[in-house]
């Protein structure tokens, strides 16, 4: 292995053990890191030795070969993070990209659903299936990632011990292994006991006929991983929306999480609370959600002024 592959594998490393970053987190930073030493070892530039002009001459090409500006700024902080680390380490004494501003990202708003949409997809849910079995398991994912706003990732990898006993609460580990605890609604909850109802019952059923023990996710598959994947749910919700009648290219999980938001601050929710919920590290993340914010207020000026109404 080359110097500058040794050095970004100790990167992924510490990110890995210390910040917790996530699988796709790492392969991201290997990714643009390998890029990136790629192009200095073509100008016979060690990865180490890169200087700011360097960094920048890399992401103005990067423009010039008309990248996006979302791939540009990730590779920026890509580049940040590893100098960042390298100076912790002792590996440089300086970070070349601290003081190097990126292109940042398009705020663009996040697609959501109606109220409306979301009812007709959770009524949806009740009659998708083949069997009982797939029909209950895709009311309680869809009623849990609505009541909650879970990453999907989070909701099909919920160990079962996280809802044991009709729980009001559920506690969610996100991000980095921070945990967080969010309430479920009655209808999701109703669903829940029914999901775990019948649960109960095939794990008997399976332990008797071929001695074997229960799974301990909430959503077991005979996937590699033991859970239900995103991927399969992917397909299922594009299905549910299909169903309902509403366009499947407009709906994903990530969607429900955004109508879990938005919903939530169209009826008076403050955007602290919304942080909490969602699990963002930063309010920042969360802020993208005030345009439902100043469509309210703009509405109720609207409404309630006196010479608006003129």
Not at 154 to 175: M, N, Q
Not at 290 to 306: D, F, I, K, N, S
Request: aromatic share 6%; with cysteine; proline share 5%.
């Amino acid at each position: 292995m080359t110097p500058h592959r040794l050095h970004i594998q100790s990167f992924l490393e510490a990110q890995s053990a210390e910040a917790g970053a996530s699988e796709n987190t790492l392969l991201g930073y290997g990714r643009d890191l390998r890029i990136f030493a790629d192009w200095l070892a073509e100008r016979s530039i060690v990865l180490l030795d890169a200087a700011r002009e360097d960094v920048e001459t890399f992401l103005m090409e990067a423009e010039t070969e008309g990248l996006s500006r979302a791939t540009r700024a990730r590779r920026l902080s890509s580049i940040k993070q590893f100098y960042r680390f390298c100076f912790e380490d002792g590996l440089r004494d300086d970070n070349p990209a601290i003081q190097i501003e990126g292109p940042g990202r398009a705020k663009r708003l996040p697609k959501t659903l109606s109220i409306a949409e979301v009812d007709a997809l959770l009524d949806a849910a009740e009659e998708h299936g083949r069997s009982q079995e797939e029909r209950l398991r895709t009311v309680c994912l869809m009623q849990m990632l609505y009541a909650t706003g879970m990453r999907v990732s989070e909701l099909v990898t919920l160990p079962f011990a996280a809802v044991r006993g009709d729980p009001r609460l559920i506690l969610i580990r996100g991000k980095g292994g921070k945990e967080r605890m969010v309430p479920l609604s009655p209808p999701a909850r109703a669903a829940l006991a029914q999901w775990l109802e019948w649960r109960a019952h095939a794990d008997e059923i399976a332990a008797e006929e071929r001695e074997q023990t229960p799974s301990s996710f909430l959503f077991p598959s005979r996937a590699k991983a033991g859970h239900l994947t995103r991927q399969s749910f992917f397909l299922t919700v594009k299905s549910l929306a299909a169903h309902a009648g509403i366009d499947p290219g407009k709906v994903t999980p990530h969607t429900l999480r955004h109508a879990f938001a938005t919903h939530l601050l169209q009826n008076g929710a403050d955007l602290r609370s919304i942080q909490t919920l969602l699990g963002h590290a930063d309010v920042a993340t969360t802020e993208i959600y005030t345009h439902v914010l100043e469509e309210r207020l703009r509405e109720l000026v609207l409404e309630h002024h006196p010479l608006a109404k003129s």
